[in-house]
């Protein structure tokens, strides 16, 4: 069965500090993608990658970098972290046009 | 860039109805449309795909797409307190790989 995992499942961070969220996924899928969730947003594209060693901005890259570093990880990381960042995050992954299997989400939370 | 538009925001209908969501987007050669389903807390999950003009069947949905008019439409026979959730409309762009997401529509089943 298709699994994604995300860690670590809730955050708090201080403001201007790093943060880093992780994905692992099991799938042996290329693609995969990072979202933050808001009230009122739905889900919006933060990065996404096609295989290991890529990564793509999405619709709403500012503030945030990605890392592919192999096909079942990618991380989104947070330089300096701001309570604009203070979301709700998803990472997915797929195999071509085909239905995205989602992560169980990390909350975080920027003071 | 693709545009998704969800409605209506919210629906409340008795168990045994049939709900009814629908979607619009903005450009008609997108390769597939995808319903997801999302309870609280949770990642969404994928319900339902369609890639052609038409109707595709699969026991309680039906979801109907209309490429001329950029609509797509979920219909959920016989309603159960358990679909209680927020549904989410997701186009991939011709490219591919980037999919796109209405804010999606909160449906309460009420027993």
């Known amino acids: 069965e298709a699994a994604v995992t995300q860690s670590p499942r809730n955050k708090v961070a201080v403001t201007g500090g790093k943060v880093t969220l992780s994905c692992n996924q099991t799938?042996?899928?290329?693609?995969m993608y990072w979202y933050r969730q808001d009230t009122g947003h739905g889900l919006r594209l933060i990065h996404y990658s096609y295989g290991a060693g890529s990564t793509e901005k999405g619709d709403i890259p500012d503030g945030y970098k990605a890392s592919r570093p192999s096909q079942e990880n990618f991380s989104l990381i947070l330089e300096l972290a701001t309570p604009s960042q203070t979301s709700v995050y998803f990472c997915?992954?797929?195999?071509?046009?085909?239905?995205?299997?989602f992560g169980p989400g990390t909350r975080l939370t920027v003071l | 860039q693709e545009k998704v538009q969800q409605s209506p925001e919210s629906l409340i209908v008795p168990e045994g109805a049939m709900s009814s969501l629908n979607c619009t987007f903005s450009?008609?050669?997108?390769?597939s449309i995808w319903w997801y389903q999302q309870h609280p807390g949770k990642g969404p999950e994928a319900l339902i795909?369609?890639?052609?003009?038409g109707n595709k069947k699969e026991g309680r949905l039906t979801v109907y797409l209309n490429r001329a008019s950029l609509h797509v439409s979920l219909h959920i026979r016989d309603s159960q307190p358990s679909d209680s959730a927020v549904y989410l409309c997701a186009v991939t762009g011709t490219g591919g790989y980037k999919v796109v997401f209405g804010s999606g529509t909160r449906l309460l089943v009420s027993p």
């Open positions: 450009n008609s050669a997108s390769q």
């Open positions: 799938n042996n899928h290329n693609n």
């Open positions: 795909s369609i890639f052609s003009n």
């Open positions: 997915a992954s797929v195999q071509g046009i085909y239905e995205q299997y």
